[in-house]
């Protein structure tokens, strides 16, 4: 493989000849060079692409008409964080084996080193270039049927990219388009001799035209970068309010809200009333408002009143005497008063058996409380926030939950919406999910694609911000790579219905198109019978389009 690095690089070692045969011959100054030369504009595509596709090395090889020599070439990489792009090769030299398979590529292939080092032996792969890469993807330069050159993407660590090939054939259509015009304008012959310099330099200097196609390719590198974003990582804003409550995640205006009623009583003593669906956040609620308390220094004891078999909910409540029923054979101490001087959170109140209401009643009104199987009272200084996901007063008019204790409990109540109803918040908490289970499992995430995102928010989420974790979590264990790209709703009825119906993006539905017109016509391009014909558009439109779109030819036939 190093051989391959040493085609498109064969020259690396011709770097020293690297000051542009421009400033040799003609003695050009260095702000025309800068202004007219490939190689400055070939410095700035990597420039561009480079941080967007993680690309660490670009290579430009042309090739003569009858495509046995390079003519020229340029690499343009990144070395210790700065971009330096050298002409490597300015004299034509004969194809070697390696470049000969490149420039009979007619469309984009990746390899990796390996792939290289079975098809031509370690022999073949040797280079003096220092840097070493392993991945590598060759793009034919093509217009109008002819092949200027290859467009190379060399990368250490990974390989392009989908989205980065199709971005980079974008690219390598127009550059072969600029190359075609140079030709044709005898601006830059992309086949120069040395000694055509100077009257290439007069040429390049007066011909704005290329100035001109410079500026094009920076608006289609901004236009490709806009279709681009569908493939980009999404980074939510982060919340525009500050709060105090620095566990809980959301920004959205019905949070904004809660923070509102939670920073009211933070500091306080009030009994508060936590409502809300399952998975909403109730219990993080709950510890936040505790966390603010003056009270943060003791504990806040969790009850599930759903979670105990109601003969021993006294018992867990209260604590018990020893003997005072079987089994109870030590004295036990109960959460009101293991949350003595704290806070008690009576998760899923509204379970709460009518028996016992009437005994929590109590408590509240004495502050004491009684041991099962206890001669004694003992006070307790307890701060009671309680919570349910049943509509409480549908409960009390309903008759199984006691008014007089729904008062006492409502005094301040809190109502925490439905993830459905905050959907602004989902990408927030699925990115905080993300990092929190990467960095638990000592793993590199950089976070969703737009399109994992816009599933999750199509989501109605019965199960709120715990399915939501859990959902987040399973994604985190089976990512492949550095971006969730999609994500999968088990059971999900609405994700089921877009598998049947799927909304294709324009990107798609042109692909899909052509692909299958292609099909339709054997992957006959032009002529009579041709793929073009039957879509009414030029057949070098046709081939720029399906190379633009990832239609390498072998996915036709
Ligand atoms: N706004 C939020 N920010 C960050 N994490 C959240 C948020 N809301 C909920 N969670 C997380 O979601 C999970 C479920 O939250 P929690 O247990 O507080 O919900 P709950 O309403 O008490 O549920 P249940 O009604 O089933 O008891 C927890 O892991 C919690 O940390």
Not at 179 to 189: E, F, G, I, R, S
Not at 309 to 330: D, M, Q, R, V, Y
Not at 484 to 490: F, L, N
Not at 505 to 524: P, Q, Y
């Amino acid at each position: 493989m190093r051989q391959q690095e040493s085609d498109f690089t064969s020259s690396v070692n011709v770097d020293a000849k690297a000051n542009s045969y421009f400033e040799e011959q003609a003695g050009a100054t260095a702000e025309v060079e800068k202004k007219i030369s490939l190689r400055a504009l070939f410095e700035g595509v990597l420039a561009k692409l480079g941080p967007l596709f993680s690309i660490d090395c670009a290579a430009l090889v042309l090739y003569n008409e009858e495509m046995n020599h390079i003519t020229r070439a340029y690499l343009s990489e990144l070395v210790s964080g700065k971009i330096s792009c050298v002409e490597t090769i300015s004299d034509p030299v004969s194809l070697s084996l390696i470049t000969k398979e490149i420039s009979g590529f007619d469309f984009p292939v990746l390899k990796s080193r390996q792939d290289w080092i079975d098809d031509f032996g370690e022999n073949h792969c040797l280079t003096n270039h220092p840097i070493e890469y392993h991945f590598h993807c060759y793009i034919p330069l093509e217009h109008n049927g002819r092949i200027w050159g290859t467009f190379e993407l060399h990368n250490h660590n990974r390989e392009l990219s989908a989205e980065g090939l199709t971005f980079c054939c974008n690219m390598a259509d127009f550059l072969a388009g600029l190359l075609a015009v140079m030709a044709d304008k005898n601006m830059a012959d992309p086949a120069p001799a040395k000694h055509h310099a100077a009257e290439n330099i007069i040429a390049l200097q007066s011909a704005s035209i290329f100035e001109e196609k410079t500026r094009l390719l920076e608006n289609e590198i901004e236009a490709l970068k806009e279709q681009l974003a569908e493939f980009q990582v999404f980074k939510p804003e982060e919340a525009s309010e500050i709060h105090n409550h620095t566990h809980i995640v959301g920004s959205s205006p019905e949070m904004q809200q809660v923070y509102k009623l939670l920073n009211r009583i933070s500091n306080s003593e009030t009994t508060v009333l936590i409502l809300g669906e399952t998975g909403t956040g109730k219990e993080l609620i709950a510890k936040s408002i505790h966390d603010s308390s003056g009270r943060s220094q003791k504990a806040m004891v969790k009850v599930n009143c759903a979670a105990i078999p109601p003969n021993l909910i006294e018992s867990e409540l209260f604590g018990h005497e020893k003997g005072s029923f079987t089994g109870a054979t030590e004295r036990r101490i109960g959460k009101f008063e293991q949350a003595h001087k704290g806070t008690i959170f009576l998760d899923e109140i509204g379970e709460l058996p009518l028996d016992l209401q009437v005994k929590l009643l109590r408590v509240l009104q004495e502050k004491e409380i009684e041991r099962v199987g206890g001669k004694t009272t003992i006070s307790t200084d307890v701060r009671i926030i309680s919570a349910t996901n049943r509509n409480l007063l549908a409960e009390v008019e309903a008759g199984r939950f006691r008014r007089d204790l729904f008062y006492r409990l409502n005094v301040f109540p809190v109502s925490l919406p439905a993830l459905r109803d905050r959907k602004t918040d989902i990408a927030l908490l699925a990115t905080f999910f993300l990092k929190k289970f990467a960095q638990k499992s000592n793993r590199t995430l950089e976070g969703f694609s737009k399109k994992a995102i816009s599933t999750m928010m199509a989501y109605s989420w019965p199960g709120n911000v715990r399915e939501l974790e859990h959902l987040v979590e399973r994604h985190v264990v089976m990512a492949q790579g550095a971006i969730i790209k999609e994500v999968e709703i088990p059971g999900n009825t609405e994700q089921s219905l877009s598998v049947i119906a799927p909304v294709k993006t324009i990107f798609e539905n042109e692909r899909d198109h052509i692909f299958a017109v292609l099909e339709l016509c054997n992957g006959k391009i032009s002529g009579a019978n041709g793929a073009a014909k039957l879509l009414g558009v030029p057949a070098t439109t046709l081939n720029s389009k399906i190379k633009r779109l990832g239609l390498a030819k072998r996915h036709v036939f």
